[in-house]
């Protein structure tokens, strides 16, 4: 790229082919073999992508990039992806003395085998779960603040609905479920941003 001063990244379609063409055209009919090792280990020592080694290049006084002055700026860097963001809703049920329900995760996907209270894609899902399988369960009449949490890959949003359940609430502990005692905790992995929702509720 820098030898014919194309500006952009490789990454770009215009680019691309732009770039396998000049390759094309480039490539000598005999010894191809060597012609890509050569320029292989050029780019690899000298043409390097900071602080290119300029003198030291045989190409150098035909190099576009180096006779505009462009050397450092060519090739451009790659665009940054952008981050993915995906919204859910966890229902914090929490009974009188304090308990609140979890729900222990499939031991694939985000938080693994973790505990964590139920979660929704929308609010409307979380109440029905609520008017469903909590008895007696009176909830807020709205969510509380979004807490985001970043992963490596993408931005996760957790939007709280908090329901006061009266009684048992109807769901039993069992290798699922849980009711969790934040005042004498059990030994459970908790993810956290459940261990701050949880605490929040104190």
Same mark, same amino acid.
Do not use: K
């Given at each position: 790229?820098?030898?014919? =001063?194309? #500006?952009?990244?490789?990454?770009?379609?215009?680019?691309?082919?732009?770039?396998?063409?000049? =390759?094309? !055209?480039?490539?000598?009919?005999?010894?191809?073999?060597?012609?890509?090792?050569? +320029?292989? &280990?050029?780019? #690899?020592?000298?043409?390097?992508? @900071? @602080?290119? $080694?300029?003198p030291?290049? *045989?190409? #150098? &006084?035909?190099?576009?990039? @180096?006779? %505009?002055?462009?050397?450092?700026? +060519?090739?451009?860097?790659? *665009?940054? %992806? #952008?981050?993915?963001?995906?919204?859910?809703?966890? $229902?914090?049920?929490?009974?009188? &003395?304090?308990?609140?329900?979890?729900? @222990?995760?499939?031991?694939r996907?985000?938080?693994?085998?973790l505990? %964590?209270?139920?979660?929704?894609?929308?609010? !409307? !899902?979380?109440?029905?779960?609520?008017?469903?399988?909590?008895? =007696?369960?009176?909830?807020?009449?709205?969510?509380?603040?979004?807490?985001?949490?970043?992963?490596?890959?993408?931005?996760?949003?957790?939007?709280?609905?908090?329901?006061?359940?009266?009684?048992? =609430?109807?769901?039993? &502990?069992?290798?699922?479920?849980?009711?969790?005692?934040?005042?004498?905790?059990?030994?459970?992995?908790?993810?956290?941003?459940?261990?701050?929702? +949880?605490?929040?509720? %104190?």
């Amino acid at each position: 790229m820098r030898y014919f =001063a194309i #500006a952009g990244s490789s990454t770009q379609r215009a680019v691309e082919q732009q770039l396998w063409l000049l =390759a094309e !055209a480039c490539t000598p009919n005999s010894e191809v073999a060597t012609y890509t090792q050569a +320029i292989m &280990d050029l780019g #690899a020592t000298i043409c390097v992508r @900071r @602080r290119p $080694l300029c003198p030291a290049c *045989p190409l #150098a &006084d035909h190099c576009g990039a @180096r006779r %505009s002055g462009r050397q450092h700026e +060519i090739p451009a860097p790659r *665009p940054r %992806s #952008a981050r993915r963001s995906q919204s859910v809703v966890m $229902l914090l049920a929490q009974q009188a &003395d304090g308990r609140v329900l979890l729900e @222990r995760r499939p031991e694939r996907g985000v938080w693994g085998g973790l505990w %964590s209270p139920p979660q929704f894609p929308s609010i !409307a !899902a979380a109440r029905l779960y609520a008017a469903t399988r909590l008895a =007696a369960a009176v909830l807020e009449p709205q969510p509380r603040p979004t807490m985001r949490h970043a992963f490596t890959h993408f931005d996760l949003e957790i939007t709280p609905l908090l329901a006061r359940c009266a009684g048992p =609430a109807g769901v039993m &502990d069992g290798p699922a479920t849980l009711w969790y005692n934040a005042a004498q905790p059990e030994r459970v992995g908790l993810p956290a941003p459940v261990t701050t929702l +949880i605490r929040s509720l %104190s």
